[in-house]
């Protein structure tokens, strides 16, 4: 079945960086487009990043651009989210989403907080 586990959240203070990672089992990893996304306390679920399965292409929201970054290691059948200069409206719980038979597989999110 598929299976997606996100870690590497955790406190950190404004202008200061987290890596998130997603492990990704189920399914063939490398073909597949991964995403991560967002939720704030009291907010919609929203879109942060996506990578291509194959050109590793890459998408942004505009609140993140320039700040986070998406790659992918097919090899680790992982994605991660490389975040900098991390702003107390960043503070959210991640996921990392995967399109699978036609339909969409989330993990369970890890929590970032960023202070003041």
């Known amino acids: 079945q598929v299976q997606l586990v996100e870690s590497g959240g955790g406190l950190v203070q404004s202008g200061g960086s987290l890596r998130l990672s997603c492990a990704a089992s189920?399914?063939?990893?490398?073909?597949?487009?991964m995403s991560w996304y967002r939720q704030a306390p009291g907010k919609e679920r929203e879109s942060v990043a996506s990578?291509?399965?194959?050109?590793?292409?890459?998408n942004y929201a505009a609140s993140v651009k320039g700040r986070f970054t998406i790659s992918r290691v097919n090899a680790k059948n992982t994605v991660y989210l490389q975040m900098n200069s991390l702003k107390p409206e960043d503070t959210a719980v991640y996921y990392c989403?995967?399109?699978?038979?036609?339909?969409?597989?989330w993990g369970k999110g890890t929590l970032v907080t960023v202070s003041e």
């Open positions: 989403k995967a399109p699978y038979n036609g339909m969409d597989y």
């Open positions: 990578i291509s399965s194959l050109s590793g292409s890459t």
């Open positions: 189920g399914f063939t990893f490398s073909r597949s487009a």
